[in-house]
Each structure stands twice: as C-alpha cells, then as structure tokens.
C-alpha cells in the first residue's frame, strides 16, 4: 500500500498529463509545458491528481496479482523445476514476462479505465455524457451503465501492450540484476532501465488503448 502511495504522489502529475496529450480531440495543448499551465490555471493542483484514488485503491491487490502472477509463470516456464534460482532461458523468460502481463491486465484495465476517466474529466468540458465526482464514482456510475462490459472496456488493447511490454520489462529487469550482482543497488537499477523499456517498446500501444 506504501509503494502505490508514493509511487501516486510522484508519478500521477505526470501520467495526468501524458493522458490529457495523449487524448485530446483537437489541438488543446501545445506540448506538455502548455498542458501543465492549462491543467494549473483552470482546476489548480487539484488537477494534477485527478482518477489518483484507484492507483492507490487497487495499487495493493495489483501488486500482488503482478508478483503472483510473475512467480507461477517463471515456475511455469523453468526447466529446472528443483532449481528455481537457475535463471530461465531467454525465450522461456520473455514467455514467464508475456504471461505475467496478461494476467495482470484484468486487474490493470478497470483500474486504468476509471483513473483515465477521472484525468481527461476538466472543468467546463461536456465531452463524456457521464460526470465524475472521483474514480470511485466512476466506477460506480459505468458498471451501473453499461455493466460489467464497460468496466472491462478496453482491455483487449490493455493485453496488446501488456505482452510485450511486461515481456520486456521482466526480462531487462533480470538481466541487469544478473549482470550487477543482485545487490539492493542492481535491483533499483534493473527496475529504473526495465521501466524505461517497458515504456519505450509499447507506447504506441498506449495511445491506441487510452483512445479506444
């Protein structure tokens, strides 16, 4: 619960704006400066961190199903099964990541889908028929209208990027921890160059989920 805190407070500005460009209709924003002074001008800091209570409400249970999810999927793929510090092979490791995203993505998707609802909500906007007081309302108010089909809207394209995106990450992720020693530096490091990875092979894939 303490990493989805503060993983929100710093990154979920920032993710407000990314998603704000990323879905704009017409030429709104210039760029990402123009989109800060904008968001700040019309609804102050509020603004920045608006869909933030379902990071922060699903952060644990997310977590948890990514990690259980990554852990069966390396026993799954292992070719040692009494051996499990053996590090997997390539191919059988990209395959333990892909498999690692899918799973995630049903808990990753409406989580998403209600916290994107609440970011590209703004003040004096009449584009979503449907008015949001917070991402728990939206839940609320998108199962009662269009059941559990909208709150799963989207999830194909979430499963799309997630595949080789969490490929990627997991994979880097373990690389670099071999290659540095495995000390708590050399995991910092292979999470900060698997997250850069991550974000640098799918997205174009996040555009295309975010406008579906």
């Not at 379902?54 to 069966?72: D, E, K, N, R, V």
């Not at 899918?102 to 970011?119: I, N």
């Amino acid at each position: 619960m303490a990493r989805g805190i503060s993983q929100t407070l710093v990154g979920h500005p920032l993710d407000t704006m990314k998603v704000r460009l990323q879905t704009q209709s017409k030429q709104h924003y210039t760029g990402l400066l123009d989109c800060i002074k904008q968001t700040f001008h019309k609804e102050g800091p509020a603004g920045f961190y608006k869909g933030a209570s379902s990071p922060i409400a699903m952060s644990a249970i997310y977590s948890a199903t990514l990690f259980l999810a990554y852990g069966q999927s390396k026993r799954l793929f292992h070719d040692s099964q009494t051996d499990l510090s053996v590090p997997l092979p390539l191919s059988n490791q990209l395959l333990a990541g892909a498999l690692t995203g899918t799973v995630a993505s049903f808990v990753e998707g409406p989580m998403d889908l209600f916290k994107c609802k609440m970011q590209v909500q703004q003040l004096g906007s009449s584009s979503d028929p449907l008015i949001y007081r917070n991402a728990m309302d939206a839940a609320f108010q998108i199962t009662r209208t269009y059941g559990i089909k909208g709150v799963y809207r989207g999830l194909g394209a979430t499963i799309c990027r997630n595949i080789p995106g969490t490929a990627v990450y997991f994979t880097s992720y373990e690389l670099v921890r071999q290659k540095t020693g495995g000390s708590t530096g050399s995991i910092l490091l292979g999470g900060g160059v698997g997250g850069l990875l991550f974000w640098l092979s799918v997205y174009p894939l996040d555009v295309i989920k975010l406008i579906q």
